[in-house]
């Protein structure tokens, strides 16, 4: 075991393909989803799908498992007529053989078999592609999260019960704890991944009504908070503006409490899972 006092090794990151969005969906807008979602005409320029890799002294860990590249091999994937309308309408995916999330690791120097814990800021398919490959490994995902997979037609939702609750898969379905730290208000509650306090996972409602985001503090450098689909790019974030893809509500009352952590932690990075701009500032911060 490592006797240095930073527990926290190393933090890289792993883009399962990129995928092209309607502008609306990174937003801003102030159409309805339902509305864009079937009169949009344009999409974005290519956007990450990432994964992260925290390499702790007590286990490697997974935020997030990327895109499944059978869903873009397996015209099936999704599983109703109506299903396959809907996610053509909301992404086009581009995966390469060597963009898979397998890939991604050994590039990095791992083994799928290294990897103890896999986190999930949300249950949508682009977060939850690695899972069959993760058998050996601990999957936590929030309590709130999963009740939206327990309510009825999850798939309206974006969540595919026949890629989540597989068979031999070990699920950690997590609540939080007080966290009693000031530094972290208004985040007054979270969970504490390794019981030291250098990897917190805290609520960051409003895209999905479970959504999590990670953080990942290191003595004498700067935090990192991962994000998710909190937002498609910090800029919004950071003004405040939802994107096209959420509970708006929510999501403005979560972004808040994000800035103003932001404003505690004044060398936090963050780390959205579609943002183009998050591996370089991945990589200046390391």
């Given amino acids: 075991m490592s006797s240095s006092p930073d527990p926290i090794a190393r933090v890289a990151v792993i883009s399962t393909g990129s995928v092209r969005m309607r502008p609306e969906h990174v937003g801003p807008t102030r159409k309805p989803m339902p509305l864009w979602l079937f009169t949009s005409t344009r ?3 290519p956007r990450p799908v990432s994964a992260f890799v925290i ?3 007590d286990g490697v ?4 498992t990327g895109q499944d590249r059978t869903s873009v091999t397996d015209p099936r994937y999704f599983p109703g007529r109506l299903d396959r309308l809907v996610n053509s309408r909301i992404a086009r995916f581009d ?5 898979t999330l397998t890939a991604g690791l050994i590039r990095l120097g791992y083994r799928l ?3 103890e814990t896999a986190v999930i800021s949300h249950l949508h398919p ?3 592609g690695g899972l069959p490959l993760l058998a050996h490994a601990s999957i936590v995902v929030s309590r709130d999260e999963w009740a939206g997979l327990e309510r009825r037609r999850p798939e309206a939702r974006g969540l595919y019960r026949k ?3 597989l068979p031999g898969l070990r699920w950690n379905r997590i609540g939080y704890e007080p966290l009693a730290e000031p530094r972290l208000e208004p985040f007054s509650h979270g969970y504490d991944l390794f019981g030291d306090r250098s990897v917190l996972l805290l609520p960051t409602l409003g895209h999905t009504p479970g959504s999590l985001s990670m953080l990942v503090r290191r003595p004498g450098k700067a935090s990192l908070l991962l994000v998710g689909d909190l937002t498609y ?3 919004l974030l950071a003004s405040g503006q939802p994107s096209g893809m959420c509970d708006r509500k929510q999501t403005r009352v979560t972004m808040q409490q994000v800035n103003k952590l932001r404003a505690a932690l004044r060398d936090l990075v963050i780390l959205p899972s579609h943002d183009p701009g998050a591996a370089e500032r991945l990589a200046a911060a390391m």
């Fill in 163 to 165: 890629h989540i609750d």
């Fill in 233 to 235: 790019d910090e800029a």
């Fill in 126 to 128: 682009d977060h939850i």
């Fill in 61 to 64: 860990v997974l935020f997030d």
């Fill in 113 to 115: 078999g290294d990897v």
């Fill in 95 to 99: 995966i390469p053989p060597d963009q």
């Fill in 43 to 45: 999409w974005t320029a």
């Fill in 55 to 57: 390499e702790h002294r």
